[in-house]
């Protein structure tokens, strides 16, 4: 090799490229003059860079060993390499000492993809010999080392420069926390299905085609599972029935925290997938959609002692993630799903808010769902250290902290920390959501839950607001909301994991036959629990959350854990949009009727207490008989009416005051009726009925004083002046 400065060049190449000592800012950063490479490795011995041609090139352009007397500034190495651009190919070699009981796995022959690069060529080739890279006759009990160069892979990081992309003054929708509607989906399982009739299934173009769907709904805020890059074909196991081999689908395995993954993407130029997610977020802001990315900062796919090494593991194992005490060639797994970040490790710190910081500066991205958020506030020793941890600075930093910020609280490690994340953070609600399951299934104590729930979960929240907590019944993990009233038990079986996989409690009822189904009163009893579900959902205080495709009673059929199936039956299936119309139509009316009733997103708790000299308390509980809930064990009734006026804001104009009614017994229950005065009650919902007369979009008047409510059955009604 031939001494350039003190950097080496490749004598192959007819190309010489000028050399400078860079800068320590992590990544690609490009100006006109060239690039400035740099990584940080605390243990790493040697670093080189080499550049590639193309994705597919197993031999680099150039190669530039790094000094560590000149290229080093603390524990980060750089380079500036002037005359390359945009779309430039390139990886990391890290060579170091090679023990894994010690917790380093330095190897040479991988080339290692950048933490910080912005996009990631082509896809990683999930291969024995190249990635996991063993020899099946190796004496070595490490199979993650190899001999075997890498660079055979046709992953390479790219060099991006998106700083000159047109934003044509795009502005943040803004909306106030009380005030979304969120909608959890994948974005190729969205539009996948043929029947979708879309141009561009299974991309960021394919949600664009189906905006009319989502706001003719009413949603306001599209929360995207993961988009950081990940490998669909991570998955070497099979499916037991076809014998397809299963795909990674949901991608919450990350492997480039910044990198926005090429398979949602249309484009073929290199890097193209970035300009095309700007312009998705640009389209769905002009539109009037907040974007919420679930993110997967817990843990990378690199997986376990026995997974590939592609980057965080070579570039400084012991620095990124959490291993054994006693042998730390094993990786602790709060995750379950093989190792665990080491989140709260100054340099781990900085690259989860740097990414942050790149997906709100230069994405445009209005906030962010946490996977496994407990462990961010978990030490190196896995002790929860909620406020003087990660999760503080994210919820404090000057630029990530005027977003939305939602909190999975709990991990695979037992870690359930639900109401104990910093302000600043919004929480899914796990608790509402197995209260509203179980309650409306019919079961036994359950009311007095049901009741704190409805109110906004003050017993979890109650120094902070009834907004930060995300209600919902269904999401990505376990059954659909279909599912969730066809299905005693779970089928996972083409998973291949003999149906060990997913939640076992999952507090869920068939009413009679286990799945599909032609008995029309059953498929009606279905339709009126998920009426039921969808009514408590949406006059329930705090942030509502659904599932896609639960607006018309998406199956899965029996699949709590869809993770890995990427076939037709779990693609959204766009032709029940027409055969469960009426159940499309109520959600759609109930997300109208909360947008239109303040009284039902408010930001502070119920008190129980008359402020306005109306007689009518904020909200008062009620049974059959006025003012008398009935919270025993065997209780599985409950009422409550809503006061129409608001004591913290005397500007904002009266409510309607709102009445509900929930009966789920197995009898009909006579419930009596506030007494209003100078005003009548109006009925609004009643799911005993079938559509249209379940929800009325011309409010009819209820002149009795009783209100029959039918059994599985909820009722509501509004007062109006005389």
Known sequence: MKNNDFYYDNPDSSVKLKTSRGYPKPGATVDPGGVNFAIFSKNGESVTLELYQNFYDEKPSHIFILDPQKNKTGNTWHIYIHGIKHGQFYGWRIDGIYDPKNGKRFNKYKLLSD???????????????????????????????????????PTKSIVIDDTKYNWDDDIRPNIPFKDLIIYEMNVRLFTMNPNSKVKNPGTFKGILEKLDHLKELGVNAIELMPVFEFNPDSIARTNPITGERLKDVWGYNPLAFFAVTGNYSTGIKIGEQVFEFKDFVKKLH?????????????????????????????????????????????YENYSGCGNTLNCNHPAVKNLIIDSLRYWVTEMHIDGFRFDLAAILGRDQNGNWIGDLSLLKDIAEDPIISGTKLIAEGWDAAGGYFLGAFPEGWAEWNGKFRDVVRKFVRGDECQVGEIACRIAGSEDLYGNKSPVVSVNFITSHDGFTLWDLVSYNEKHNEENGENNRDGANDNYSYNYGVEGETDDINIINLRKKQIKNFFTILMLSQGTPMIYMGDEFCRTQYGNNNAYC????????????????????RFLKLLITFRKKHHTLRREHFFTGRDYTGDGIPDITWHGVKLFNPDFSYFSRSLAFMISGSDYNDPDTPEDNDIYVAMNFY?????????????????????????????????????????????????????????
Not at 565 to 584: A, M, P
């Open 666 to 722: 197995t009898d009909t229950l006579n419930f009596e009726l506030p007494k209003l005065q100078n005003k009548q009650w109006y009925r609004i919902i009643d799911t005993n009925l079938n559509s249209p007369d379940d929800f009325l979009e011309i409010p009819e008047i209820y002149n009795e004083q009783f209100y029959p409510v039918s059994p599985k059955s909820i009722i509501v009604l509004i007062s109006q002046k005389d």
């Open 286 to 330: 002009k539109e009037g959609f907040e974007i919420i990315l679930d993110v997967v900062y817990n843990h990378t796919g690199e997986g376990n002692e026995q997974g590939p090494t592609l980057s965080f593991r070579g570039i400084d194992n012991e620095i990124y993630y959490v291993l054994n005490k006693n042998n730390k060639r094993y």
């Open 115 to 153: 933490p910080y690069a912005k996009a990631i060529s082509s896809s990683y080739n999930w291969d024995e010999e190249s990635v996991y890279g063993y020899d099946r006759n190796s004496p070595l009990l490490d199979l993650s080392f190899s001999t075997l160069d890498s660079a055979v892979s």
């Open 565 to 584: 199936q990427d076939t037709i039956k779990n693609w959204v299936d766009w032709s029940r949009k027409e055969k469960f119309n009426d159940i499309y």
